[in-house]
């Protein structure tokens, strides 16, 4: 080899490594692109044709080429925007580039390109991303959810929604373990490790049975009934003209002249479910249910010079 074809190799293998930052250089700038597909670069030698024997092969010079990551999937990063998407694996967006608009409709020469730029943003209803490139897709029916046709359509969304269908299987996994340890568990006792139902019978599910409580050391008291005093001495206090209280949906009639003692008795004998009494020591009159399941209902219809003058007001206890 001469000084001249030493030079060429020399300058061969400059232009290559030359080449290749170039590829690097073009690969960084557009790190942040959206889809971007980076290029690599192979090196060949290229043989020099005079030395035919294999052992005895000089190199003649070097030769860059290019690979672009057409089908190698880039990182996929989170958005802000509801309609930017990614294709997670294989697979590309179908698109096409309109060549007029009518109407604000846009035309298509049949021209159908693929991507995985999938910043798309709504343009009047069309999925449209950074590059100008309208979406296709296939149109699913909306009954069965399965795609209808086999020929992209461009696609157009509006602002209704699909009907929900309803859930039919459901599959679901648990991870218990092979022998639970319960408090009566024991080693030398058969099936001990097991859980008894009768353990949790305070505590059933859907059984017929109603649920009981056991314990000891311990005394249980009913729930007490509904209770309703009023805030005022009745002492002196009498009806003064015909009037009404009603309590409970029942209206209970009071003549003029009735005591506070004579309401409370006619109370109780009504059927609205509630005993009334008089305090001999405060004059105040006490309203209560005849069981704990009892509410007290003094309702709004009642004679409000009635309730005024027995310290009672409008309301359900308990609520």
Known sequence: MGIFDALNNAVSGLSAQSFALQNISGNIANSQTTAFKGTNTSFQTVLSAQDIAPTRQNA??????????????????????????????????????PTSFTA???????????????????????????AGYYLMGLPIDSATGNPTGSIPQLLQFQNSFLPAQPTTTIHYGANLPASPITPTSSPTVANSNLINPADFISNPLNVSAPATITGTGAALTPD???????????????????????????SIPLAAGLTAAQVAAAITASAA???????????????????????????NTSTAAVLTGLGLSVGSTPR
């Not at 020469?109 to 991507?115: I, K, L």
């Not at 015909?242 to 309590?247: E, K, L, Q, T, V």
């Not at 309203?287 to 003094?298: F, M, R, W």
């Open 273 to 299: 479910g509630v005993a009334a009494s008089v305090n001999g020591t405060t004059g105040f009159i006490t309203l209560t249910g005849k069981d704990a399941g009892t509410t007290i209902n003094v309702q």
């Open 60 to 97: 003649g010079s070097v030769v860059a080429s290019s690979s672009s990551t057409v089908t190698v999937q880039g990182n996929i990063q989170s958005s802000s925007v509801a309609t930017n998407m990614a294709v997670n694996g294989d697979g590309f967006f179908v698109v096409q580039k």
């Open 104 to 130: 604000g409709v846009p035309n298509f020469n049949g021209a159908t390109f693929f991507t995985r730029t999938g910043d798309f943003k709504v343009q009047n209803g069309f999925l449209v991303n950074s």
């Open 224 to 250: 007490k009934p509904a209770s309703v005093t009023g805030n005022v001495d009745t002492s002196a206090y009498a009806v003064a003209a015909a009037s009404n209280i009603d309590i409970n949906g029942v």
